[in-house]
């Protein structure tokens, strides 16, 4: 079997130290965010794109997607830290209800279930690219609630 060899246009660095990020945890935002584009789908809550031209769809899921994350982050950071804290999606699920979220249920608990669910995101020093810029190898560890 051949070797694939050293590229000579990379630019290997091999640092002192394992540069290996801890994980952390993500943000409120990126968990709405994550949540809602897993969670959430679009043509079922909006049955009436069937009917809308094709160049305007992903406008309108985008717009409906952003609408529904701006409101969870607005009631959920208002009012839902103790769930949070507790991890108790039902509860979150409720509260956004009584917030005046617009979902049907089993979505919004769903949505919420995925925002409580705890996820890090991992990045590891790989090397520097020629131009000096660093590579690294990101992950995402996600532990999904059935």
């Known amino acids: 079997m051949k070797s ?3 590229r000579p246009d990379f630019c290997y660095h091999i640092p002192n130290t394992l540069n290996t990020h801890k994980p952390t945890p993500m943000t409120l935002p ?3 965010e994550r949540a809602v584009r897993q969670a959430i789908d ?3 809550e909006m049955p009436f794109l069937q009917d809308v031209p094709v160049e305007e769809v992903n406008l309108l899921i985008d717009e409906y997607l952003a609408t529904i994350q701006a409101q969870l982050l607005e009631v959920i950071a208002t009012n839902g830290e103790m769930f949070l804290e507790a991890s108790d999606s039902a509860g979150l699920c409720a509260m956004c209800i009584a917030g ?3 979902l049907p249920a089993d979505t919004l608990l769903r949505t919420c279930q995925l925002i ?3 996820s890090t995101q991992m990045a590891e020093y790989v090397a520097d690219l020629p ?3 660093p590579v690294y190898m990101v992950g995402m560890e996600i532990d999904v609630v059935a």
């Open 42 to 44: 679009p043509m079922e």
């Open 116 to 118: 409580i669910d705890e």
């Open 100 to 102: 005046g979220i617009d």
């Open 30 to 32: 990126e968990k709405i």
């Open 131 to 133: 131009n000096g810029e």
């Open 4 to 6: 694939l060899g050293i």
